[in-house]
């Protein structure tokens, strides 16, 4: 995110207003078809919801995964071979999708513990989005929760002071 700062800093300096894509997101790219580095499922899924997350909490307007399918080059692809089928990471960019629709960010902060608490609303609701890329936490629901999801599994009902278990990105 120092990137988008400077990047912001630079566009307030020629008093440019424009909305701020991203046009090229992936991890692992080395380029000229040589092999990315093999990661984990589990952090490529990290690295997807991530993505989307911290870039709608600092209100970027558009997020294009490149590519999708660039599976010698790239080390999350979103689909499977046979072109179509989803990856876990393609499956974690449709439920980040779907939890970051209709949302508007309220706020994105880090503990020192490293653990990541994005904050989004909608018309009637506040969504929470907390995970931690480098080990697993137990975090507590807050007041007037609802309902916990996990990138995988459905919405369960919950109520407040629930202990939820995060995944860890390995």
């Known amino acids: 995110m120092a990137l988008l700062a400077s990047i912001r800093k630079v566009l307030a300096k020629n008093k440019v207003v424009k909305p701020i894509w991203n046009t090229?997101?992936?991890?692992?790219?080395?380029?000229?078809?040589?092999?990315?580095?093999a990661i984990s499922?589990?952090?490529?899924?990290?690295?997807?919801?991530?993505?989307?997350?911290?870039?709608?909490?600092?209100?970027v307007n558009r997020v294009y995964w490149y590519s999708w399918d660039l599976?010698?080059?790239s080390n999350t692809p979103m689909v499977l071979t046979d072109g179509v089928s989803l990856t876990p990471a393609g499956q974690a960019f449709s439920t980040s999708r779907s939890w970051l629709l209709g949302t508007r960010p309220a706020e994105c902060v880090?503990?020192?513990?490293?653990t990541w608490?994005?904050?989004?609303?909608?018309?009637?609701t506040l969504r929470r989005i907390v995970w931690n890329p480098s080990r697993s936490v137990v975090v507590k629901?807050?007041?007037?929760?609802?309902?916990?999801?996990s990138w995988s599994t459905a919405p369960r009902v919950a109520r407040a002071d629930t202990r939820i278990r995060s995944a860890r990105s390995r």
């Open 41 to 59: 499922s589990d952090r490529q899924v990290g690295n997807v919801i991530r993505t989307y997350v911290l870039n709608a909490a600092n209100q």
């Open 117 to 124: 608490t994005c904050t989004f609303t909608t018309a009637s």
């Open 71 to 73: 599976l010698a080059m």
């Open 110 to 114: 880090r503990s020192k513990t490293n």
């Open 24 to 37: 090229e997101v992936n991890y692992g790219l080395i380029g000229a078809g040589a092999p990315a580095a």
């Open 141 to 149: 629901a807050p007041l007037r929760t609802s309902s916990v999801t």
